[in-house]
């Protein structure tokens, strides 16, 4: 969905585009002959996280005024601070570019996206009222929006602007389709099994939510199913469509048993050295702190991101229950055979946390994956020995 070439854009919007668009606050843009085409381009996702959605855009043709342009709301500046923590923030900023079809095209070409044009039935209002309202943002501050993981970003942008502009009724897209931002996601998963399990534990129960048509618009295969139950004048909006370019470079479905084989060797790691714990009185404080600070840190992250976040999907999340931050104090605190009492009431709400984490979570409606199940029962499991160290087995 978003793209780099910033310095390349940026050049041809300075030297082509925006002397067009400047003396058009004088007068008028030229208005579009009836042999316009408008069309929405989808670009297929790559295995990378910064394309793994796909891509949306708005192409206007028109032969008559040699306009072969495409207006792309997907771009960004790599030099933002705090770049990854702002996608999750919901505070990266994008905006609408715009250049020619071709420079487009051959660039997605280049990086093995295919690329694929939907032609749509519109009239020749509705064209010029695109058409001047996409120049319009890109010369003004509507040219720029806050960029949030999955209900605003290039499809969704795309999708309000051709609702707006040709006056179609959202309304009539609200009934459920019965599923869920998580659903679609998990239908077309980032390649990577780390970020794919990543996304699924940093959105919260929200995602769960069953959404509408208009919503799911979120990503291309969305948008254009969308576009096919419009209708215009009792015919369908979109028309003919082809191939533009054939990938080349294909997203895969992502390995889970990486992840899940990875922490059942983890909990069966727990369980054989609480064995040797309480069977031969062996300690392993580096193995407890260890669990304890990665949990209390993820949990200090996820914690900001609830308090701070601008994505309504973030900023509630019962996977807080089992990252406590205060399990970092815990890992500092922690020495051999320390029994400190606010140590040990610490530790046992810290379990008491944890099993209420399912049980929070299935009343709340929140999809958790199986890894996460397998870690908070591997904390779980060495923190009740702590806060209980005369068990015996």
């Known amino acids: 969905m978003l793209h780099k070439n910033i310095f390349t854009?940026?050049?041809?919007?300075?030297?082509?585009?925006?002397?067009?668009?400047?003396?058009?606050?004088?007068?008028?843009?030229p208005q579009l002959s009836e042999k316009a085409y408008v069309s929405v381009v989808t670009c297929s996702p790559t295995p990378g996280y910064e394309g793994?959605?796909?891509?949306?855009?708005?192409?206007?043709?028109?032969?008559?005024?040699?306009?072969?342009?495409?207006?792309n709301f997907g771009s960004y500046s790599e030099n933002q601070s705090f770049f990854a923590y702002r996608i999750l923030q919901?505070?990266?900023?994008s905006y609408l570019d715009g250049e020619s079809f071709k420079e487009f095209a051959d660039r997605y070409k280049k990086?093995?996206?295919?690329?694929?044009?939907?032609?749509?039935?519109?009239?020749?209002?509705?064209?010029?009222?695109?058409?001047?309202?996409?120049?319009r943002i890109l010369i003004s501050g509507d040219r720029f929006y806050k960029f949030k993981v999955p209900t605003n970003n290039c499809s969704t942008q795309?999708?309000?602007?051709?609702?707006?502009q040709c006056k179609w009724n959202e309304k009539k897209f609200t009934a459920s389709i019965g599923q869920t931002y998580r659903d679609i996601e998990q239908s077309d998963p980032l390649e990577n099994s780390w970020l794919h399990l990543l996304f699924n534990v940093m959105i919260g129960p929200k995602a769960d939510n069953n959404?509408?048509?208009?919503?799911?618009?979120?990503?291309?295969?969305?948008?254009?199913?969308?576009?096919?139950?419009?209708?215009?004048?009792?015919?369908?909006?979109?028309?003919?469509?082809?191939?533009?370019?054939?990938?080349?470079?294909?997203?895969?479905?992502?390995?889970?048993?990486?992840?899940?084989?990875f922490f059942s060797l983890l909990l069966l790691t727990t369980l054989v050295v609480s064995y040797l714990q309480l069977k031969k009185g062996k300690t392993y404080i580096w193995f407890d702190k260890s669990l304890l600070f990665l949990s209390g840190i993820f949990g200090c992250f996820?914690?900001?991101?609830?308090?701070?976040?601008?994505?309504?999907?973030?900023?509630?999340?019962?996977?807080?229950?089992?990252a406590l931050p205060t399990n970092v104090i815990l890992a500092f605190a922690l020495k051999k055979n320390n029994t400190a009492k606010?140590?040990?009431?610490?530790?046992?709400?810290?379990?008491?946390?944890?099993?209420?984490?399912?049980?929070?979570?299935?009343?709340?409606?929140?999809?958790?994956?199986?890894?996460?199940?397998?870690?908070?029962?591997?904390?779980?499991?060495?923190?009740?020995?702590?806060?209980?160290?005369?068990?015996?087995?």
């Not at 793994?52 to 207006?71: C, E, M, N, P």
């Not at 795309?158 to 707006?164: E, P």
């Not at 948008?223 to 370019?245: T, Y």
Request: proline share 4%.
């Open 90 to 93: 919901g505070t990266l900023i």
């Open 9 to 29: 854009k940026t050049f041809f919007f300075i030297l082509v585009v925006l002397p067009i668009f400047l003396s058009a606050q004088t007068k008028s843009l």
């Open 342 to 393: 606010w140590i040990q009431v610490l530790l046992k709400l810290t379990c008491l946390s944890i099993i209420l984490f399912p049980i929070v979570t299935a009343i709340g409606g929140q999809t958790i994956p199986t890894e996460i199940y397998l870690f908070a029962g591997t904390i779980l499991i060495r923190c009740g020995i702590l806060a209980f160290p005369k068990l015996s087995i």
């Open 302 to 322: 996820l914690l900001s991101l609830i308090i701070s976040s601008e994505i309504e999907l973030v900023n509630s999340n019962y996977n807080i229950l089992w």
């Open 52 to 71: 793994g959605f796909g891509h949306s855009a708005l192409r206007i043709q028109d032969a008559s005024l040699k306009i072969d342009v495409i207006f």
């Open 158 to 164: 795309l999708r309000d602007v051709l609702f707006k």
């Open 111 to 135: 990086e093995g996206r295919g690329v694929n044009e939907y032609y749509l039935n519109i009239n020749r209002e509705q064209k010029q009222n695109l058409w001047e309202e996409l120049n």
């Open 211 to 261: 959404i509408n048509l208009y919503q799911a618009a979120f990503n291309p295969n969305g948008l254009m199913n969308l576009l096919k139950e419009v209708r215009q004048n009792n015919e369908p909006v979109l028309m003919a469509s082809h191939k533009i370019h054939t990938p080349t470079v294909f997203k895969q479905v992502p390995n889970t048993a990486i992840t899940r084989g």
